[in-house]
């Protein structure tokens, strides 16, 4: 189940999980991308619309599963990102930044955690969070504290799942300059600075282009598997490099 799987990273996802067999439910705000991520990843993908800052979307999702096959792995994906200065930022955008990216993964995890332990087939939870919360942004300053907040929820929430012996393991991806409409759709910033902010890559990146959604899907395909069976609490950098300068 990956939340956001209408664009970029979340699409890639859905589209790369169900090439490796997963049955996928791919959930976004945005009812018709949901509905062509579900088309493009096969004919065992299904959709629902999803807004992840909404607990009574998370309720009806839950009703949904446990009446169906259950769920294995969840990916904590939707995001938004609003720049800009913090004396200019409006306790409202604040608050709609953490909605969407906090928010909405504690609620997926509240509402998923259980379904998962039912399901009984151990699982994995992956939240996609950003470079940003781990290394300072001059630009994305309420977005970064919503990125670092949902690594420490991972780091919390893995030792609560080892602690109970479910042997569900929770990790996060910091993704850095990926190659996604959301450049197109920052706000609080100008177009120049989005456009710097992603065309930065090629001088930034010590691999020297930005990634692609792929990139972080198969990172997200290797945290979902058994191979990654010893792995729970830890923020995988896909990143080409940057966090190492
Ligand atoms: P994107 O804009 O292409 O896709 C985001 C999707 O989330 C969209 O389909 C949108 O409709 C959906 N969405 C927005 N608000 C929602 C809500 N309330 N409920 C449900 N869905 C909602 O962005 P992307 O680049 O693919 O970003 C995916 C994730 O990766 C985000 O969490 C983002 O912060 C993170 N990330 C992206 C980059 C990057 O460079 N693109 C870097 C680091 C982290």
């Known amino acids: 189940m990956i939340t956001g799987a209408g664009s970029g990273i979340g699409k890639a996802c859905a589209v790369e999980m169900a090439r490796e067999g997963a049955e996928v439910l791919a959930t976004d705000i945005d009812r018709e991308s949901a509905r062509s991520t579900a088309r493009d990843s096969g004919p065992s993908a299904?959709?629902?619309?999803?807004?992840?800052?909404?607990?009574?979307?998370?309720?009806?999702?839950?009703?949904?599963?446990?009446?169906?096959?259950?769920?294995?792995?969840?990916?904590?994906?939707?995001?938004?990102?609003?720049?800009?200065?913090?004396?200019?930022l409006d306790l409202a955008d604040w608050r709609r930044q953490q909605a969407v990216n906090l928010d909405g993964a504690f609620l997926g995890i509240k509402h998923m955690l259980p379904l998962i332990r039912d399901t009984g087939s151990r699982g994995a939870i992956i939240n996609i969070a950003s470079?940003?919360?781990?290394?300072?942004?001059?630009?994305?300053?309420?977005?970064?504290?919503?990125?670092?907040?949902?690594?420490a929820l991972t780091r919390a929430v893995a030792r609560q799942c080892a602690a109970a012996g479910d042997g569900i393991r929770v990790n996060?991806?910091?993704?850095?300059?990926?190659?996604?409409?959301?450049?197109?759709?920052?706000?609080?910033?100008?177009?120049?600075?989005?456009?710097?902010?992603?065309?930065?890559?090629?001088?930034?990146?010590?691999?020297?282009?930005?990634?692609?959604?792929?990139?972080?899907?198969?990172a997200a395909i290797y945290l979902a598997s058994d191979e990654a069976g010893y792995v729970t609490g830890v923020t995988l950098p896909v990143d080409g490099g940057l966090l190492t300068g």
Do not use: C, H
């Not at 470079?131 to 690594?151: D, E, H, M, N, P």
């Not at 991806?173 to 090629?202: K, N, V, Y």
């Open 46 to 88: 299904s959709f629902l619309p999803l807004d992840v800052s909404r607990e009574g979307d998370w309720i009806g999702l839950a009703q949904r599963v446990s009446g169906g096959g259950g769920l294995d792995v969840l990916i904590n994906n939707a995001g938004i990102g609003i720049g800009g200065d913090i004396t200019a």
């Open 131 to 151: 470079v940003t919360g781990i290394r300072a942004s001059a630009t994305f300053v309420s977005y970064a504290a919503s990125k670092g907040g949902l690594i």
């Open 172 to 218: 996060a991806i910091a993704p850095g300059i990926i190659d996604t409409p959301m450049f197109g759709g920052l706000e609080g910033i100008s177009p120049e600075q989005a456009a710097q902010a992603r065309g930065s890559a090629e001088t930034l990146v010590p691999l020297g282009r930005a990634g692609s959604p792929r990139d972080v899907a198969m």
